[in-house]
């Protein structure tokens, strides 16, 4: 079974082959760590899991490096801090909303049902020259000054995009184009409107480090520059993040990785999931129209999001609704009860084919739910496959129990108080007061539970 992955870069499906079949290694952006992750930063997350699991599986567990960087200098990182915590010498403030946001952000991302990076450097710790020599942002900026790539203007260094030749190759921009379309006024000291910061300088109130340009930070672009090439190389397998990272982005990361190093390739496949969306527009921050994996998981199990997010195609915009949660939320249910407690370990090789082609994940949860008919119906081969697969692709962390007690903890409902009224109810109707066994079924449909009689006794679900 060949693994295909489409490339942003040459716009088509291409044959992986890495680079070192004992070493395949994956870079994604991470998160900028200043406010809580909403259910659109979750979606890079939970597919680049999948496409660790897939080369975990294909490669062996112990021959995949995956680095997931967290950004934690930024603008926007400032501002929190000076609201938030006031009071406090400003890199004490920004250690606070940096540490506070990480610590959720992971807690988020593992309720999701996500693996742990192998790596997940820091930028802050990537800044200056280090003593184990891992790469790093100065030296890198050094290099692009030596070799003509990059120039000091105005406090600042510059990248020279017209020092790269085929600078704009991954989002199609030309350099021409950028000129000649330039309507924003150019910033006097640069050479080319496109030209864009690898370091700034900071005043005595922003975070900074001292350089050979002064005390200042590193622009965004280069923090992903140096922290691959630190764990992976200057050449790696898999590039990715958001559509909209390719540019600018990922497209100065290529031109820095590229040009410091000298090599023609930052990495060898650029992977980008498409948009979440509410009612047709992205998700995001600026908009307002967001909402945390956080407050999300109040209501569900992350693995009702999970699926919810891997029903879709990575590279297709999700529209993000609630009656696609509760379908999700159905379907696991179903499968849960069906697969839980099975023990397989071999998974289904119609699943594997769906993800080794470009992960095609909703021709996964179509072969789900044939797997899981045949279970139904007493294939126990079938079974074993079908509950292997959802393990593989990262569902059934729980068992059938641990299951149902999440979703009720995720409705709010307390099943003690439900199991008292439906003890109270059978009371009711053993003396034939039939008012009050109403009245309690009631009382139990407002707070959202269903009650199902039959000769066995009487259970009950959550509705949905
Ligand atoms: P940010 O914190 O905005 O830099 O985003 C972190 C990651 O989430 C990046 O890979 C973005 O491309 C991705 N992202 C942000 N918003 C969305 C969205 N609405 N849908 C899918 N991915 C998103
Ligand atoms: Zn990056």
Redesign the pocket.
């Known amino acids: 079974m060949e693994l295909k992955l489409y490339d942003t870069l040459t716009k088509q499906k291409q044959p992986f082959r890495p680079l070192d079949p004992k070493n395949v290694r994956m870079y994604?952006?991470?998160?900028?760590v200043y406010d809580f992750?909403?259910?659109?930063?979750?979606?890079?997350?939970i597919v680049f899991d999948v496409v660790f699991r897939l080369l975990r599986h294909v490669y062996g567990e112990n021959h995949v490096t995956y680095v997931r960087n967290i950004?934690d200098v930024d603008d926007k990182i400032n501002a929190r801090a000076l609201r938030d915590f006031p009071d406090l010498p400003l890199n004490d403030a920004i250690r606070r909303v940096t540490e506070k946001t990480a610590a959720q952000f992971h807690a988020d991302v593992a309720a999701l049902g996500c693996l742990k990076p192998t790596f997940e450097p820091r930028a802050t710790e990537f800044v200056l020259p280090r003593t184990d020599g891992k790469t790093d942002m100065v030296t890198l900026i050094t290099q692009l000054i030596a070799r003509g790539h990059a120039y000091e203007a105005g406090g600042e260094v510059l990248f020279d995009t017209a020092s790269m030749p085929d600078y704009g190759l991954l989002s199609g921009r030309k350099l021409e184009d950028q000129q000649a379309g330039a309507r924003i006024a150019v910033d006097a000291h640069k050479k080319n409107p496109a030209d864009f910061v690898l370091w700034k300088q900071s005043s005595d109130d922003e975070p900074g480090w001292d350089s050979p340009w002064g005390r200042g930070r590193p622009g965004w672009h280069i923090e992903c520059s140096a922290m691959s090439a630190a764990y992976l190389g200057e050449v790696f397998d898999i590039h990715?993040?958001?559509?909209?990272?390719i540019f600018p982005?990922h497209e100065n990361e290529i031109a820095q990785s590229r040009c410091a190093h000298g090599t023609h390739t930052m990495a060898n496949i650029w992977m980008?999931?498409?948009?979440?969306?509410v009612e047709g527009e992205?998700?995001?921050?600026s908009l307002g129209n967001?909402v945390t994996i956080n407050e999300l998981l109040r209501d569900w199990p992350g693995e009702v999001l999970r699926l919810n997010m891997l029903k879709t195609h990575y590279r297709s915009?999700?529209d993000w609704t609630l009656k696609g949660l509760e379908e999700s939320a159905k379907t696991l249910d179903d499968w849960y009860e069906v697969a839980a407690d099975s023990k397989g370990e071999v998974a289904s090789g119609a699943v594997l084919e769906a993800l080794s082609d470009d992960l095609n994940t909703p021709q996964v949860v179509a072969s789900l739910h044939g797997l899981r008919n045949a279970a139904a119906s007493g294939d126990a081969k079938q079974r074993e496959a079908f509950a292997a697969s959802l393990r593989l692709l990262g569902f059934l962390s729980d068992s059938a129990a641990g299951w149902k007690a999440k979703k009720q903890q995720a409705s709010g409902i307390d099943a003690a108080q439900v199991n008292s009224l439906l003890s109270d109810r059978a009371a009711a109707r053993a003396r034939k007061d039939f008012k009050e066994s109403d009245r309690i079924r009631d009382e139990l449909a407002a707070m959202g539970v269903v009650i199902k009689d039959s000769k066995e006794g009487t259970t009950w679900e959550i509705a949905r």
């Open positions: 994604v952006c991470g998160p900028t992750a909403h259910i659109g930063n979750a979606r890079p997350v950004t990715g993040g958001g559509l909209d990272l982005h980008h999931n498409g948009f979440l969306q992205k998700m995001s921050k967001f915009p999700i």
